[in-house]
């Protein structure tokens, strides 16, 4: 089969009408408003962090393990901190952080 006009066609660039910008634009505008969208969106929500909060990750025998904890509950942690062999420098730093004595008694 021979095809006409083929190698004109091949030849000059693609023509863009009215119609296809226009579709264009509309598709970019609607990618713009949808990234400053997500942007507002993940720049307001969440929790904020707790100064009294104290959280250890650290590998244990099933992979990784975590010791969190709040307010009286991350106090306990830290006064028992001898006790926890192994991340007693992550424990002491995140104490520290906490703002709450490392090792001392309650």
């Known amino acids: 089969m021979i095809m006409f006009e083929q190698s004109r066609r091949l030849r000059e660039p693609l023509r863009w009408g009215r119609r296809e910008r226009t579709i264009v634009g509309a598709l970019l505008a609607g990618l713009v408003l949808a990234l400053i969208g997500l942007g507002v969106y993940l720049g307001t929500t969440g929790s904020t962090a707790r100064a009294d909060c104290v ?3 650290f590998g244990s025998t ?7 904890g709040c307010g009286p ?20 730093a995140a104490c520290r952080r906490a703002g709450f004595p490392f090792g001392a008694p309650r």
Do not use: S
């Open 73 to 92: 509950q991350a106090r306990q942690i830290c006064a028992q901190g001898a006790r926890y062999r192994g991340i007693e420098a992550d424990l002491r």
């Open 55 to 57: 959280t250890v990750t």
């Open 62 to 68: 099933m992979g990784g393990g975590q010791l969190h």
